[in-house]
């Protein structure tokens, strides 16, 4: 089959990992008769640098005619200075918003061979870790009203219903596939937008019957990733709290430099895209870790075109790899064999 992939490399890192992915997936087209297009389209600070914006209407354009989009990272210090609308970040949200993409997928999954970058007691962490945090990307204080008034600044959170229920759907077809468990995170002691997010899932849990429903506070949830991670797995959460606790549970997994993302909405076109930063100051170094993005190709592979078996061809790969004991720098322990980028995208490569 032919697919159209728009890669945004963006700023940082992101050219390093998206040429790796780009690699990957081209190994996966000869191996199993697929042919992957791709197309280059700036966004963030590389856009603002050549285009004078952050998101170019060409872009844009680009992303919705093809069938997904492979994103790197955006943002750096040399764009600091820049007011909330001329951000790199100001990118990520308008792709989000403009591709409709509500519903976001970070799997937060520890590989055993990586257990000794767990922070957490052994005894914690246990045999393995996965946990998916289903968090909404189009809504909330993220898209909200938000202004200065005199001495003072806003920013608000709104949800409709339609727009919570349209994601907790994807949080129980997710759990249907797991271990049928449901925790959808709020602070409904204090928020009114909370209070509906329970109300609508009491009543989406009702066509799930098989999956258990609980309901946490964002506090408590944030301290139970720590104090027992396994109770978890799916967390559904409204856009910020699951922001922040998709970093919380990244760390679980020894590093964020593993972490893949699936950004969906009603069609197949998704966002795939690694949860780190541009992480600038080893840009070009070739020491990145591109395996979050060569995992977020995987994701792409199995929710946007449908091909499960080519996306576990490259999950096995990555762990075949980290089981022969090469690591790049941000996972490297005593006794493992350290490799930059390059090299760890042909050994994954080569095991496909
Ligand atoms: C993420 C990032 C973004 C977010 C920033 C860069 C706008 O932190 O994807 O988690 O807050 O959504
Ligand atoms: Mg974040």
Sequence with gaps: MNFNIVTV???????DIIAEAKNILNVIGKKYNHTFHFTEKPAGG???DTCGCPLPEDTIEACKKADSVLLGAVGGPKWDHLGGNDRPEKALLGLRGSLE???NLRPAVLHKQLKEACPLKPEIIGDSLDILIVRELTGGIYFGKRGRTEGGAYDTMAYSEKEIERV???GYGAAMKRRKKVTVVDKANILETSRLWREVANRVAKDFPEVETSFLYV???SMQLIRDPRQFDVIVTENMFGDILSDEASMLTGSIGMLASASLGETKRGMYEPIHGSAPDIAGKDVANPIATVLSAAMMLRYSFDLEEEARAV????TKTLDDGYRTA???SEGMKKVGTKEMGRLIAERI
């Design 219 to 221: 506090d408590n949830c």
């Design 101 to 103: 993409l509500f519903a």
């Design 46 to 48: 590389i856009a603002i």
């Design 168 to 170: 907790l759907r994807v």
């Design 315 to 318: 999950e096995n790969a990555v």
């Design 330 to 332: 941000d996972i490297w």
């Design 9 to 15: 490399s963006g700023d940082g890192i992101g050219p």
